[in-house]
């Protein structure tokens, strides 16, 4: 896959479609790499008529991994946050979008359509909020403002995302340990109205193992999220046409998120999906491009 400079960083980056089509800028979530957009998903926007370009965000994937910046002390870290003291993160959300920029710079585009799922959801606002003329619209899934006062993950789903695994399993003889591992952790997120068949589910996950693997990373993108202030009032500020899904089912970011998220952006629609919770199976990667089409050429029209 190709790789550009942009933002001090290097970037590895897949695109699907002819360039000349109207582009729409895919960004994934915490610790996810590129290949957790499914590549049927990514085809079937290109084969609406889009171009379309999946990213790892820096510190997953074959983008740079920052372990020069060294390993946060996340419980330290989280019983700051619950005591309401500033944290202080290896780098920011505000970085983390001057990279999704960059690369619309280094790649020639001017403008895309910009879909985010949960911190990705969050990039793609900060990107609508803070450069409205290079969003033709704004997809924002699963995920929230981060306004004091909203619901957090249920026990259950915050354990999972701050799980580890034992001592050992990152070693090769331990690769499918670690697999079963991550599939347990990710149970925790799957939607039970469209559930995901588990053989397919530790195909994705080996697939990210094969490709790269840096768990401090995902620390790192923690404390980005956790130290963002609350983007209500950016949110008021966007102009772009609007779509903002999730789950009724969600354990990660209940739905309050995203009717939080929907009520602060004038003019979104808002759709809730039952049985969705907080992954991309292939029943919810339907439904969303059920929903992202229609919104993508509504703009081209108009």
Known sequence: M?????????????TFGPPERPAVLLIMGLGMQLV??????????????????????????????????????????????????????????DDMTEDAVGL????????????????GGMIAQLLAARWPERVLTLSSVMSSSGAPGLPGPTPAAQAALLRRPPRGFYRPE?????????????????????PIDPALQRQRIREGLDRALNPVGSLRQIMAVAAAPDRSA?????????????????????????????????GARLVEVPGMAHDLSPGVCDTLLQLLVPHLRREEAA
């Not at 190709?2 to 897949?14: D, G, K, L, S, W």
């Not at 419980?75 to 920011?92: D, N, S, V």
């Not at 499918?176 to 469209?194: A, I």
């Not at 966007?238 to 903002?244: E, M, R, S």
Request: hydrophobic share 45%; aromatic share 8%.
């Open 36 to 93: 957790a957009w499914p590549e049927d998903f990514c085809r079937a926007l290109a084969d609406a008529g889009f171009h379309v370009i999946r990213y790892d965000n820096r510190d997953v994937g074959l983008s740079s991994h920052l372990n020069h910046l060294g390993r946060p002390r996340l419980p330290w870290q989280m019983l700051k946050r619950a005591l309401g003291l500033p944290l202080r993160p290896h780098y920011t959300l």
């Open 104 to 119: 619309l710079d280094a790649l020639g585009i001017r403008h895309a359509h910009v879909v985010g799922v949960s911190m």
């Open 234 to 266: 950016m949110l008021a500020a966007i102009g772009a046409p609007t779509l903002v899904v999730h789950g009724l089912d969600d354990p990660l970011l209940p739905v309050a998120c995203g009717r939080d998220t929907a009520a602060k952006i004038p």
């Open 174 to 194: 331990r690769r499918e340990d670690l697999v079963s591992f991550l599939q347990d952790t990710f149970h925790m997120l799957n939607s039970p109205g469209f």
């Open 2 to 14: 190709p790789r550009v400079n942009a933002n001090q960083i290097e970037i590895e980056y897949e």
